[in-house]
């Protein structure tokens, strides 16, 4: 089993800052592409932005220049720092990590529980 442990949520003025963690853990072989989605009520979950394990980074249109995802390989932790927070970022961010298990080596796509994060005024 991989287990995903996110923190980082909260309560933000518009146009503040905030930063969003994602722990991997357990029967971990390799973790291969890590990102984060987010989801409100009634819409489908969107993928927000991915980083590969080499470091390669892709975002959603709405989020570029806003989003930054990185990521600790030595950690098996990945990151999403959020500037210049909007009212509509307002969702449920979920951390995703595709991996690749210890024996018998099957691959494995792994979410977390979620971290609200909210903006308001």
């Known amino acids: 089993q991989v287990q995903l442990v996110e923190s980082g949520g909260g309560l933000v003025q518009p146009g503040g800052s905030l930063g969003l963690s994602c722990a991997a853990s357990g029967s971990i072989f390799r973790l291969n592409t890590m990102g984060w989605h987010r989801q409100t009520p009634g819409k489908e979950r969107e993928l927000v932005a991915s980083?590969?394990?080499?470091?390669?980074?892709t975002y959603a249109d709405s989020v570029k220049g806003r989003f930054t995802i990185s990521r600790d390989n030595a950690k098996n932790t990945v990151y999403l720092q959020i500037n210049s927070l909007k009212p509509e970022d307002t969702a449920v961010y979920y951390c995703n990590a595709a991996s690749l298990t210890t024996f018998p080596y099957r691959s494995k796509n792994s979410w977390g529980q979620g971290t609200q994060v909210t903006v308001s005024s």
């Open positions: 980083i590969t394990s080499g470091g390669t980074t």
